[in-house]
């Protein structure tokens, strides 16, 4: 086990905040001196059925304690979960079915060893012992947090300001995950920038129980493909684990050169030194951003897929994008036209390529959109009865079939 400043240096790298760094140090010291590993947390509430790589900074984060010697929690919100976490809401959360939450859970079981060691990991479900919690202990729960306290929260107290509703259950949320500490006595918990309020409510709650308070790693939201909103499937930014190791490399090759350092600092597995190096090199002209973005595309890509699907993701991508080729692999949409001629985004959302009209004329008015290598830029143009071959975006490309 590395000795605890070196372990902190780990720790702290693409750290926001560490609350507290002192306390932080003296777990370390301690878990040293004692060779008792400490109980590190993070956890989501399984609302999506899918992991993106937003997700995983705090799993590379906990697989860094792990491969330093400590105990990794992964704790699976599937009660909370059916509340629905009311950060960073502008109103009430639809909550989830039991069933939903629990088919979610089952695929992030599988997915969160992508990352995680998982002779070293222990899955925890907070239904275990939040479901058996009586009225009682409940309502004394409730009777250790005050209102106030709690508007002191930005998003409750904007919709409070605004007349906007707040539900009695979303003031519970919070409570919930800080109790799932108490339960667990975590040492150590991870969690996001917008978890902050929640995390500090751990270490409320344990010192109201008698406990040792938790420290934090706080770590900054992934910022997605457009580099300014936070990485997040709803917004279509996203860049899910589970993709075609082609459509991951070519998203992350999309990217900006600064965003691109963010990624290498949060999600590869390249020492500090060599990030210094990158960081220098690019800086000092020695090192191209293109060539250091994609080494960062197959890092990722191999991660989840595989040395062989990476190194083909990049001839496929080289192919593409160098050569101006075309996939060797374009799907195929067999459609029945309706009338001599057809609306294109309707072909698009009816083909899947885009999830709405509405995405299909944006793209179009974008200049996102070609037909036969041709740039479409009417989105109220038809497109006559026939065979075609599209490309949305930079990335996807479909034969149209007339049948």
Do not use: C
Not at 69 to 92: C, K, N, Q, W, Y
Not at 267 to 292: F, Q, W
């Amino acid at each position: 086990m590395l000795n605890p400043q070196e372990q902190f240096k780990i720790i702290k790298r693409g750290a926001v905040e560490i609350l507290l760094e002192e306390e932080l140090l003296q777990k370390l010291k301690r878990s040293y001196d004692t060779k008792t590993p400490l109980k590190i947390k993070t956890g989501f509430d399984p609302t999506a059925p899918d992991i993106h790589l937003g997700h995983t900074v705090l799993l590379e984060k906990m697989r860094q304690f792990q491969d330093l010697g400590h105990e990794a929690v992964f704790l699976i919100g599937d009660f909370t979960g059916m509340i629905g976490d009311p950060t960073g809401r502008s109103e009430i959360r639809k909550p989830l079915t039991k069933d939903d939450v629990l088919k979610n859970a089952e695929t992030y079981k599988v997915q969160i060893f992508k990352i995680l060691d998982k002779d070293k990991t222990q899955i925890v479900f907070n239904s275990e012992w939040l479901e058996k919690v009586t009225a009682v202990e409940f309502i004394k729960l409730q009777a250790r947090l005050t209102v106030a306290r709690m508007l002191e929260r930005e998003d409750f107290k904007q919709r409070f300001a605004n007349h906007n509703p707040i539900g009695i259950h979303e003031f519970i949320y919070p409570l919930l995950q800080g109790y799932d500490s108490v339960v667990l006595k975590t040492d150590i918990e991870i969690g996001g920038t917008d978890q902050r309020f929640n995390l500090l409510m751990g270490r409320e709650l344990q010192q109201e129980y008698g406990q040792e308070p938790q420290a934090l790693v706080i770590m900054p939201l992934l910022e997605g493909l457009g580099g300014v909103n936070k990485m997040s499937k709803s917004l279509g930014n996203y860049i899910g684990i589970t993709e075609q190791p082609k459509d991951m490399f070519g998203k992350i090759m999309s990217i900006s050169d600064e965003l691109m350092i963010k990624y290498y600092e949060l999600l590869s597995h390249i020492s500090i030194d060599e990030l210094t190096a990158i960081k220098t090199g690019i800086k000092d002209g020695s090192v191209h951003p293109k060539n250091a973005k994609e080494a960062l595309a197959l890092e990722i890509v191999e991660k989840y897929k595989g040395k062989e699907a990476s190194i083909k993701a990049k001839e496929e991508f080289e192919h593409i994008f160098k050569d101006k080729g075309l996939p060797d692999d374009i799907p195929v949409f067999k459609l029945k036209w309706e009338d001599k001629e057809m609306w294109l985004p309707k072909i698009m959302k009816l083909s899947g390529i885009v999830n709405s009209t509405g995405e299909g004329i944006r793209l179009i008015k974008q200049g996102g959109v070609s037909v036969n290598r041709e740039k479409w830029d009417n989105p109220d143009k038809k497109l006559p009865a026939g065979e075609y071959l599209l490309k949305a975006g930079k990335r996807k490309f479909l034969k149209i079939i007339n049948v």
